[in-house]
C-alpha cells in the first residue's frame, strides 16, 4: 500500500524491523535557528541572563535530546550513540545550533541530530525569554546524513 517504511501493507503503523540490516558507521547532522533581538542576543553571550550560562545549557539539552529520542518519537528505535555533539553559537540575527550525531547500528541517527538541535532551540528559547518572548526558532533541518543501504545524503 505505502512506500514508507513505517506504515505497512495495510496502513497501520509499525516499527521497522531493521534484524536483517548490516551494522554500519552512521552520522547525522542538523540545524536550528532561533532569531531575536540584538539586545536578548548579548545578554545571552554576556552570562547575564537570569537562569546562566544560555549556550552551555543548551547544548547540554541538545545532547540529553539526542539520548532520549526513542522516547520521544513512538516509531524510532533506542539506539546506542557513540557521539553527540551540539553547538550553540552567536550569528547575524541571533544563535545558530548544530548538532552531530554518530553510531554504529542498524538504523541511522536523523531523527537524533533533529531532536538535538530542536531542544537545544528550545532551550535557548526557555533561558531567554524572560528578556524576549518574540524570539522565533527557525529552520530546524536535516545538513546530512552517511551510512547504511541509502548511502549518504547531503543538503544542496
Avoid at 550525531?101 to 542498524?106: E, N, P, R, Y
Avoid at 528550545?122 to 543501504?149: F, N, P, Q
Wanted: proline share 2%; charged share 25%; net charge neutral.
Amino acid at each position: 500500500m505505502s512506500k514508507l517504511t513505517h506504515i505497512d501493507e495495510t496502513g497501520r503503523a509499525q516499527m521497522v524491523d531493521v534484524s536483517d540490516k548490516a551494522v554500519t558507521s552512521r552520522e547525522a547532522t542538523a540545524e536550528g535557528f532561533v532569531r531575536m533581538d540584538a539586545a536578548t542576543l548579548a545578554l545571552a553571550l554576556s552570562g547575564d541572563a537570569k537562569k546562566g550560562d544560555v549556550r552551555a545549557v543548551a547544548e547540554i539539552a541538545g545532547i540529553m535530546a539526542a539520548k532520549k529520542t526513542a522516547d520521544l518519537i513512538p516509531l524510532c528505535h533506542p539506539l546506542a550513540l557513540s557521539k553527540v555533539e551540539v553547538r550553540v553559537e552567536p550569528a547575524e540575527g541571533g544563535m545558530s545550533v548544530t548538532a552531530r550525531v554518530k553510531t554504529s547500528g542498524q538504523t541511522g541517527v536523523e531523527m537524533e541530530a533533529l531532536t538535538a538541535a530542536s531542544v537545544a532551540c528550545l532551550t535557548v528559547y526557555d533561558m531567554l525569554k524572560a528578556a524576549d518572548k518574540g524570539m522565533t526558532i527557525e529552520t530546524v533541518r536535516l545538513l546530512t546524513k552517511s551510512g547504511g543501504k541509502s548511502g549518504d545524503w547531503a543538503r544542496a
